[in-house]
């Protein structure tokens, strides 16, 4: 008397989806832990005047957002390998809200997505104001990868007065040595042009919260079938 196919593929689907959930969860985490902590941004923490900053308020959201994923893996994972009804029942809870806060945000960030573009423009500016200000190392890292991949440099996109023309793209032409996209513009375009395409990265996320959440309940209503096998079993034994 245990779980069937199904069941069991229900079962390992959940753990590799947690195992997948807690890895980007504990990235979250670290990134915003170490975002707010480390030596060069926290002083950007001190001063109420950027409490309402895009950098701040993204921080914070990573913070958060990572926490809630482990603390849902937490149950995910225990429900999945100890067969545990309880803390599967809480997990599915959870993820009922995830998945119905991923997809509400995935609209209305379509529906906003001007706004929401020059919020992202916005949190690009703090990252740029706190490397001007430390010049760390771990940010200019952070800056090559955006520049390199949306194409930009700094908030002129003049290289030769930029603070930051060493993280900038290699010139791809004899323009390119003296005008450049301006990041902050770039990135607000660039969000504006693709939100469709953000609109279908946050739903599919969604479609696959709630694939997990079918998951879960099969794996209950298959436990719950197996708890009564046994009962039954025992009540017809003794």
């Given at each position: ?77 225990y429900g999945a390998c100890s067969e545990n009804r309880c803390a599967l029942q809480v997990f599915s809870v959870l993820l ?143």
């Amino acid at each position: 008397m245990g779980l069937d196919g199904c069941g069991l593929v229900c079962k390992y689907i959940l753990v590799v989806f947690n195992i997948i959930f807690a890895v980007v969860g504990l990235a979250f985490l670290i990134l915003g832990l170490w975002l707010r902590f480390s030596d060069s941004t926290r002083g950007i923490f001190e001063f109420e005047a950027f409490n309402s900053s895009a950098f701040v308020i993204g921080v914070i959201v990573l913070i958060v957002l990572g926490a809630l994923m482990l603390i849902v893996v937490t149950f995910g994972d225990y429900g999945a390998c100890s067969e545990n009804r309880c803390a599967l029942q809480v997990f599915s809870v959870l993820l009922s809200f995830m998945a119905a806060a991923e997809i509400i945000a995935g609209v209305l960030a379509y529906t906003n997505s001007d706004k929401v573009g020059r919020q992202l423009g916005e949190f690009y500016t703090s990252i740029y104001t706190v490397y001007a200000a430390s010049g760390d190392p771990a940010i200019a890292v952070t800056l090559m990868f955006i520049h390199n991949f949306i194409d930009c440099c700094g908030l002129t996109g003049i290289p030769l007065i930029e603070i930051v023309k060493e993280t900038c793209p290699k010139p791809k032409g004899f323009i390119d040595n003296f005008s450049m996209s301006s990041c902050p513009v770039t990135i607000s375009s660039l969000f504006d042009r693709r939100a469709s395409l953000v609109l279908g990265i946050f739903v599919g996320v969604g479609v696959l919260l709630i694939t997990a959440l079918v998951c879960t309940t099969i794996l209950l209503k298959q436990l719950k079938r197996v708890h009564q096998q046994v009962t039954t079993y025992y009540s017809t034994v003794y």
